[in-house]
């Protein structure tokens, strides 16, 4: 997180808008399955953005935030979030169900 002025430029400074080069529906278990998307570099260095919540989802702005030519930018659908399904389930949606669900993007 960047300080006050320097945060408001980031935030100015986006890079161009792009669209994914791959999208898909993950089933993670426990009737949950999680929506994902892949842009930018096939072959850079990825990088997985986590929103924020409760409730929210991925945003196309959040694919501006790195650099597409360097950058794997993969984005996700939390549990019960966005086009993940099924919508606003708290069942089996714990840090510890996210974070396995970032592992399974992973592989």
């Known amino acids: 997180i960047l ?11 986006m890079w161009p808008e792009i ?3 791959t999208t898909g529906m993950l089933e993670v278990g426990d009737g949950h399955t999680i929506y994902w998307e892949e842009s930018g570099n096939k072959d850079g260095k990825p990088v997985i953005f986590v929103h924020g919540g409760p409730g929210g989802g991925t945003n196309p702005k959040y694919r501006r935030w790195w650099n597409p030519e360097k950058y794997r ?18 069942e089996h949606n ?12 992973r592989e």
């Not at 714990?94 to 993007?105: F, H, N, P, Y």
């Open 19 to 21: 669209e994914p080069h």
């Open 73 to 90: 930018i993969v984005l996700f659908d939390q549990r019960g979030c966005g086009k993940s399904t099924p919508h606003a389930s708290l």
């Open 3 to 13: 300080p006050g002025d320097a945060a408001d430029a980031a935030r100015r400074d």
């Open 94 to 105: 714990t840090t510890w169900d996210l974070v396995a669900d970032m592992e399974r993007i």
